[in-house]
């Protein structure tokens, strides 16, 4: 690396950045991203994990499609060049050679391909810079979330994806074989993030993978995900967790704006982010409200909000209050897990709903020993089956709550991407354990 | 939360601040840490999320240790009060109570109980504010080293811990059952660091889980731990790794150091680091040349660098070099991954020793196709077994090389913990699955 470190390794000069150096000699290094060959002359374009350079040859291009070269030559203007600058090659070795043939192009248009081809030759499809472009927004994303948090004084934790019990319900749980004895992989790090927040720390959060092993096969769900969780004590009830949550969003959202791979990623899929304004304007609707409005607008009687009425829900926000999101509040006691606030028959709980698809759970815990004792039964468990968690209770926890927000669904959402599994870097689905 | 949504939480003020309200009226919320009844007046110390207050009663203490309460009262200055101030006490509530007894007392010396007892109460040992520290430190270990790598122009990646097959060997797997068919929990995101520097990012980063199945039960080994990853593109040499490695660890250790909760872990467990002259001085001595060392230093000869070679090559360092680290490079073929990079019968390869404990393993990996295919065999392997794997270099690679840090291994020898263990949330080992 350079004496800056950073934007140079040696003597390299990367592809953005030869403008710079007009007159002198550079090196560049790179993919070989396009070859056009036009007889007496040939234009590469040369892509680095910046950007792209012309690189000109007189004759024909020394190497084809995807060989890593290196580039020595003099940089001169070239008003047709992109950025108005090329290189004119003097050396060229070739240091990451292709053998074979790649099975899709990687400058070719990546709306060209279904989901299923990208993925079944995803080696090749990460390679694609549209397709690279989802994942350093994703980037961006985990790090403005961990900011906004680390600035909020919350602690990042790192919680065990073993578990020895399943503790929400046996189904859905990936079985481990851990020296003889079944474990299963975590659905959600709720249990540790509860217990932290009871520790002391008061406010935590954990970026981690979450399982989920349900055989649906949709564009919304995957059976290995990154969950985005956050929990915090000392809460008066669900407004102070949508407030915090707004913020994290708009935090986000105007990160990854001003960020160059965000904000590329933005343009290479047309697509743009909320400001901080027009999020703080998001609704918050009761669940009865909230079906009684998406039945209206759907033209029929609901009885759960299905996928289609979260669809018109936000159309419904957007058209009132000129946002594409809203927090439904108060779900039924039964569509929520044992560990939720119980008000009556509903519960102190919120769905964020974003751009027509669910991004965020949440809600307030009980905190109360002798309340979580009550509430058991009424799921069919008993306080045998969760010694370890009730003791987080026992102990003395304050006030608190929390949510999850998934990091392949915000992803999907920002760009409109049609399948979540776009979103994810090697999914994993029912037919899909490789690469 | 409050304006600033940062420091208090409607009206409450934390334990650490209430000096600035002097004379005033005051809400503060926490646990119950120590109470001490002296008949006409008690005094109770109460714990939250950054510090400590004096609680002032006349009479009794309304509540005993771990409860969580909300205090409103007077802030006066008391000479003998921590900090100066205490809060003389109007009204309590008691928003958590503690129902039953606490097995190990959360106001005790950690350093009275085992780890074994810390381990077997560890909702209540992480509550003790010197066990708490050690993950406050932790975390901001997580954000250093993330904060040092993307201002590297190094990207964070999400890869899946779900493999299909075990690439480096079938041994020291957990075995998932996936739909019915037998996956594996990866060891490491190796493969998939590597996808992404040929995908074009060529610099990239991740925090993620990782698993071995081994029987040890010794104090520098996890069954899962937290791995810290990197992995560059278009180096010359393992050189660029180190000297990339050296930056890392400096950032972190001036990050820890200057940051509230780090100094204060420092300071619980009476550790200090290394500043980044110091690192700067770290040596990078031949394996061969470290094996002599070691053996003249422990008296007899060594065929391999064991555990206690690692120690004295430390000892070594500091009497030499005056820094408790030590590079040592040139790993024999035999010795590492059959994708390490060949120099004959060694490797472009390197362990980092620090105070006693190996915490880093790297090197350059063989990123040409032909290379790879002539490797295989001598690690009893077929391109057959690796074909997602062996596609990354037929597309074409550039050279490249990373290295892993254990966060829990460097949070152990960052603050002197004598188990690895104390250094995990909620450890996994042979025997603990739980909580």
Redesign the interface.
């Known amino acids: ?1 350079g004496d800056d ?3 140079h ?2 003597v ?1 000069v990367l592809a953005a950045e030869i403008a710079a150096h007009d007159g002198e000699e550079v090196t560049v ?4 991203h396009r070859v056009r060959e036009l007889g007496a002359v040939s234009f590469v374009v040369l ?4 950007g792209t350079a012309q690189i000109v040859y007189e004759g024909a291009a020394p190497t084809g499609p ?3 070269v290196r580039v020595r030559g003099h940089v001169g203007a070239n008003e047709k060049a992109p950025g108005g600058f090329e290189v004119r090659a003097v050396e060229t070795e070739v ?6 043939e ?1 099975p899709i192009s990687v400058s070719a248009d990546v709306d060209s391909f279904g989901i299923e081809t990208l993925l079944d030759n ?3 499809s ?2 694609m ?1 549209k397709v ?1 472009a989802i ?2 927004l ?2 961006e994303i ?2 403005h979330f ?1 900011d906004y948090l ?4 919350f ?10 019990t399943g503790t929400e319900g046996g189904t859905g749980l ?6 003889g ?1 079944k ?1 299963y ?1 975590a659905q959600s790090p709720q ?2 993030k509860q ?2 927040v ?6 935590v959060f954990e ?3 979450a399982y989920r ?1 349900e ?1 649906h096969d949709t564009p919304r769900h995957l059976n ?1 995900y ?1 969950s985005l969780d956050v929990e915090m ?4 009830g669900i407004d ?1 967790l949508m ?2 949550e707004i ?1 994290i969003l708009s935090h986000i959202c105007e990160g990854v704006r001003a960020s160059r ?1 965000g904000a590329a990623a933005l343009e290479a899929w047309g697509a743009t982010l909320p400001d901080a304004d027009t999020l703080a304007k998001t609704p918050r609707i009761d669940y009865d409200e909230a079906k009684s409005i998406a039945a209206k607008r759907i033209g029929k009687r609901l009885f759960e909000l299905n996928p289609e009425a979260e669809r018109v829900l936000c159309e419904w926000a957007v058209a009132e209050y000129g946002v594409e999101a809203v927090f439904v509040t108060g779900f039924p006691r039964k569509k929520r897990p044992f560990y939720t606030w119980p008000e009556e028959q509903r519960t102190a709980s919120f769905d964020l709903l974003f751009r027509g698809l669910e991004i965020t759970t949440g809600g307030k815990r009980i ?4 309340m979580l004792l009550e509430a058991l039964p009424k799921f069919g468990m008993t306080p045998e089956q969760l010694p ?2 009730l ?9 608190h709550g929390g949510f999850a927000i998934g ?1 392949e669904r915000l992803t999907q959402k920002f760009l409109g991407l049609e399948n979540i599994k776009a979103a ?5 689905d ?1 037919k899909r ?3």
């Open positions: 690396m470190g950073k934007r390794d040696g390299r290094s790179g993919w070989v892509r680095d994990r910046i995807e060989n890593v240091i990451g050679a292709v053998s074979g790649l995803r080696i090749a990460l390679r810079p690279r994942f350093e994703q980037a985990v790090t961990s680390r600035s909020h004084d602690t990042e934790i790192k919680t065990s994806k073993l578990i020895g990936f079985e481990v074989d851990y020296f004895e474990v992989l249990f540790y217990a932290m009871a520790s002391g720390l008061e406010r970026v981690g993978c092993a055989k290995e990154v004590g000392f809460i008066d102070d407030d915090l913020g791979t905190h109360d020993y002798r370890d968690y003791s987080i209770f026992q102990y003395g926890c304050p006030p990091l994810s870097l090697f999914p994993r029912r354990v490789r690469p």
